[in-house]
């Protein structure tokens, strides 16, 4: 059973682009969570999602930000005219239960 | 709100040294604890969780955690390290009652055992 996947797993971009990071949960998890780590801090959750739906965005910055995670494909972050301060690693998390969580490789952002 | 706090930023032992990182939480209610486990250039691990019943867990590797309800704990301890336990360590919880399931991580702990 392969585990939860991420793409890419760096990511450069140049401030004002737009970046777009991938999660393909682990088979049979319908629940998606989505952390992100600054520099010299811990893990803040940002957004859980099922199917279709967004179940808790309490972390998600208010613009800029949003998350789906459609009937077919992977769970998608989206992060609008990137800033410097948006560089981070973006770790994403599965789970069959809702809480016992299985993490990927993360994607690390770069904001030149 | 909930929080998570891990006392040691960055411990230092040699192989065969006993280890103890701390976690203390700050919720009222009931919660389940995890130790997560972040090898260079790996992604996170379970090292062990708490649900409910017996407060010691043990996990892999030769890890083990004691929840203290009465103390806001849940620390990770290990009998004696090797070099290959070098890693960062996160402790997290989340609230029983809640229905998001969402993890609150402490800022973790580096770990360096010298050969």
């Known amino acids: 059973n392969a585990g939860v996947m991420q793409n890419p797993r760096h990511l450069v971009r140049r401030r004002g682009q737009e970046a777009r990071l991938r999660c393909s949960p682990m088979?049979?998890?319908?629940?998606v969570y989505w952390y992100r780590q600054l520099p010299e801090e811990g893990l803040k959750f940002m957004v859980y999602l099922q199917k279709e739906n967004i179940i808790d965005e309490s972390g998600m910055p208010k613009e800029r930000f949003s998350a789906e995670f459609p009937k077919e494909g992977p769970s998608i972050l989206r992060i609008q005219q990137v800033v410097r301060g948006d560089s981070a690693a973006y770790f994403c998390a599965s789970s069959s239960t809702g809480y016992e969580q299985y993490f990927g490789p993360g994607t690390r952002l770069t904001v030149t | 709100a909930q929080s998570v706090s891990q006392h040691n930023h960055h411990v230092i032992l040699s192989e065969a040294a006993s280890l103890e990182l701390g976690c203390n939480y700050s919720?009222?209610?009931?919660?389940?604890l995890f130790w997560y486990v972040q090898y260079p250039g790996q992604h996170l691990q379970l090292l062990l969780k708490y649900f409910s019943g017996d407060p010691l867990v043990k996990g892999i590797k030769g890890f083990e955690a004691e929840f203290i309800k009465s103390k806001f704990s849940f620390n990770l301890r290990k009998p004696s390290v090797q070099w290959s336990d070098t890693a960062e360590y996160f402790c997290a919880v989340n609230a029983q009652r809640s229905n998001t399931g969402k993890l609150i991580f402490g800022q973790g702990t580096t770990l360096q055992v010298k050969p």
């Open positions: 088979k049979g998890h319908s629940h």
């Open positions: 919720y009222g209610g009931t919660v389940n």
